[in-house]
């Protein structure tokens, strides 16, 4: 694994036991985790050696950066994951009440609708290292012995403390997409039984969530989800009119932000918003990036470029749904 996909997102602060007198909080906090960075290296470095190349199918936020006030919409789904802090920072506190905390959870929902970020955001919450598992990449690669890499991650994930292993595109696990269908739902099972061997087999207090994300429900194995697994379920669902304003204006102020002045004009929302409708969160954000992108080949151009205004989000819409036709036939097959 490069060190890139092991590097720190920003500086931020992360919740950890303070540190010796002789030094500050910051000084602690960021020795502390840098000697945990170098340690996952090492670690990760030694799987290599026995897997192979992991660079682009396994990487590892020490300190991610993502927090829940950076996703719009979708208030239900991060009551519900933010929920799971408490599980990481002081799982103690589950056992005077007599249970124990919940291992995992199953984020479903159409693509680009902020699964990944709501994981994100749970780990950045709860000062947690991130491990995020590409599963398509990793089954791609590994085919059914992906389950024992996953076994290894979450071997290390525990050593480690305080983390939250995503495993992205859980429908991966049916491994339908390398093979014909008896040997895939030979080979899947085998493998999703040595996962849910490791799940079951993670200690109750063990300070970690397994966080997995579909859009395809039908393809999960059910004993995944089963009792002390991936028992909670939450939904993203598509973004409503509220959503996608607020989508656009988190999108908006990062743009602003970055570039450190205005770039877009007042928009008018009630034009704007219903031909956005059945767009993802990720969708409406790419919209406003490429009106910006109009804006930079205006200037490139010399010509005055302005302010993003509602009739350039419109054409940027109109165009957006257009290539979004030609992509779904590509992906079917029909233009093959």
């Known amino acids: ?4 996909d092991l590097a720190f997102e920003k500086k931020t602060h992360v919740p950890d036991p303070a540190r010796s007198s002789g030094e500050s909080p910051d000084q602690g906090l960021e020795g502390q985790q840098w000697a945990i960075q170098r340690r996952i290296e090492d670690v990760f470095a030694k799987l290599g050696e026995k897997f192979g190349d992991l660079t682009g199918r396994v990487e590892v936020k020490v300190r991610p950066v993502t927090s829940f006030s950076h996703i719009g919409g979708l208030p239900e789904a991060k009551l519900a994951i933010r929920g799971f802090v408490t599980a990481l920072t ?3 506190l589950y ?3 007599g249970i124990t905390p919940p291992k995992g959870v199953l984020i479903y929902g159409p693509p680009g609708t902020g699964k990944s970020l709501l994981a994100r955001a749970l780990a950045t919450e709860a000062g947690a290292i991130f491990y995020h598992l590409k599963l398509m990449n990793l089954t791609s690669k590994f085919g059914p012995n992906t389950g024992e890499v996953i076994q290894e991650i ?5 050593e480690q403390g305080r983390g939250v292993v995503f495993l992205d595109e859980a429908d991966a696990l049916s491994l339908e997409h390398l093979l014909p269908g008896g040997q895939a739902r030979e080979a899947s099972a085998r493998l999703v039984a040595a996962l849910c061997e490791k799940l079951d087999g993670l200690e109750p207090f063990s300070r970690l969530v397994v966080v997995a994300a579909t859009n395809r429900t039908d393809s999960v194995d059910p004993s995944l989800v089963g009792p002390g697994r991936l028992d909670r379920l939450v939904e993203v669902a598509l973004p409503d009119g509220p959503a996608q304003q607020e989508i656009l204006e988190l999108t908006r102020a990062q743009a602003e932000g970055a570039a450190g002045r205005r770039l877009v004009a007042e928009l008018d929302y009630g034009s704007v918003l219903p031909p956005m409708g059945g767009m993802s969160g990720a969708e409406i954000a790419e919209v406003l990036r490429r009106a910006l992108e109009a804006k930079v080949h205006a200037a490139g151009q010399g010509r005055d470029p302005g302010l993003v205004t509602t009739q350039d989000l ?3 819409i109109d165009a957006y749904r257009r290539i979004r036709a030609v992509v779904e036939k590509i992906r079917y097959g029909q233009y093959l």
């Open 1 to 4: 694994m490069r060190p890139a």
């Open 90 to 92: 002081d799982p103690e």
């Open 95 to 97: 056992k005077q009440w």
């Open 154 to 158: 979450l071997g290390v994930a525990k």
């Open 314 to 316: 419109l054409q940027q």
